[in-house]
């Protein structure tokens, strides 16, 4: 991954509309934020079996 002249911006993640990903229990839901030939990705989990205090909201840089 090449990470190179990156703005520094701040993210209104609530400004961007999130997809649904669906699992085998509960979903996922993306905010993608696309910066050049990168995404930054905040995920939300639902999924019965994870506690939100240790899965949460989580943020990704993905190439």
Do not use: C
């Amino acid at each position: 991954m090449k990470l190179t002249n990156i703005p520094f911006t701040v993210t209104d993640w609530s400004a961007i509309e999130p997809t649904e990903h669906k699992g085998l229990e509960g979903a996922a839901y993306w905010r993608t934020q696309h910066f050049h030939d990168m995404r930054v990705r905040l995920t939300d989990d639902t999924s019965p079996h994870r506690s939100a205090t240790k899965f949460g909201a989580k943020l990704f840089i993905v190439d």
